[in-house]
């Protein structure tokens, strides 16, 4: 017997009547070519006024006012034209704009002075929420991470860096859930924290080594006024407060709590992991595997031990994770009964 299909189930229910209406999305080829049109259309503008005014974009005040221009034009045709070509073409037209403002700051302002990074954080978090554009809310807020790390190291607080981001994702998320009524306004919230994670990739390796006596990053700004263990400790207790938050099972989430203060950067990835099952995204979630491996990795490579110690411990853990799955096993057939 032929399936039903959807709108034939609602007409035996005769909740609708008449044809289906038709999909007005074009395929995916056709959207395809026309954003592959709209970046070739701005490539050849760019280059066109970099030829044009090429003496004149040399100067620094100069690309500041086409960086700024191009920005208006960019933010002009975002509010008035909509469609996969006009699209790529204000994403193509505001990358550049900050290229240029960037040349522009750079050659002006000492980039060892936090509120040149602290000015960079929070134009780009304007552009974020200014431009109705999920791509160009994803690169500035996840720039904005960036900016607001290496501010942050001028002034010897680069610890702070990935708690905070870590709180502004988890504040993401929670402020899209807390507004069911305004859907309209999720995909900028899943744009920002989307930005927001992905910058978390990279914090990583920037805002401290783990150990002490190793280089880092951001030493050149300054170095760090912040013991190494407030990192991790911040990160667990921001886990441990999205789970009271979530009314999750404390007793199962207490040992994630523990290796969280324990090793740098895992509380990152389980808070990321809980907003991804708690938001249903599967790009949320992947990207928790990512950090949880990735920060897992540098814990491991980054121990003082022999290779031999490391297997050991290699093969504690794995009888620990077994162990731990049984009892959790063990308990919930318990319950069950």
């Known amino acids: 017997m032929r399936e039903l299909t959807l709108w034939q189930t609602l007409q035996q229910a005769k909740l609708v009547d008449g044809e289906p209406p038709r999909d007005g999305q074009p395929h995916w080829s056709s959207r395809f070519l026309l954003g592959l049109v709209g970046w070739i259309a701005a490539l050849f503008l760019l280059i066109f006024l970099a030829v044009t005014f090429d003496q004149l974009t040399r100067e620094a005040n100069h690309a500041l006012l086409l960086g700024a221009v191009l920005l208006a034009g960019a933010f002009a ?60 809310r994803l690169f500035h807020s996840f720039a904005a991470a960036i900016l607001l790390t290496l501010g942050l190291a001028c002034v010897g607080l680069q610890l702070l860096a990935l708690p905070l981001v870590l709180s502004a994702v988890a504040i993401c998320w929670l402020q899209a859930d807390a507004k069911p009524h305004r859907p309209w306004h999720y995909p900028s919230y899943h744009a920002i924290s989307m930005g927001l994670a992905l910058s978390l990739l990279v914090l990583g390796r ?25 990192n991790p400790l911040l990160c667990a207790a921001l886990l441990l407060g999205l789970m009271m938050k979530l009314k999750l099972p404390l007793l199962y989430g207490l040992p994630l709590v ?80």
Not at 78 to 91: A, M
Request: proline share 2%; hydrophobic share 55%.
């Open 258 to 337: 523990l290796i969280s203060a324990i090793i740098p950067g895992m509380g990152a990835g389980a808070v990321v992991l809980i907003l991804g099952f708690y938001a249903g995204s599967m790009g949320l979630m992947s990207l928790a595997a990512l950090l949880l491996v990735g920060y897992g990795a540098l814990y491991y490579y980054d121990l003082g031990l022999t290779l031999m110690t490391k297997s050991w411990l290699l093969l504690g853990s794995g009888i620990l994770l077994l162990a731990t799955r049984q009892l959790l096993n063990t308990l919930t057939a318990r319950r069950t009964r």
């Open 77 to 136: 045709l975002n509010r008035s034209q909509r469609g996969d070509l006009w699209d790529q073409f204000v994403l193509a037209l505001t990358l550049a704009a900050d290229a240029w403002l960037l040349y522009g700051l750079l050659d002006q302002l000492d980039f060892r002075h936090p509120f040149f990074w602290f000015g960079l954080c929070l134009l780009s978090l304007t552009i974020a929420a200014l431009f109705d554009h999920w791509l160009v």
């Open 206 to 230: 920037l805002h401290q080594p783990l150990w002490d006596g190793s280089s880092s990053v951001l030493d050149e700004l300054g170095a760090s006024r912040l013991p190494l263990w407030l």
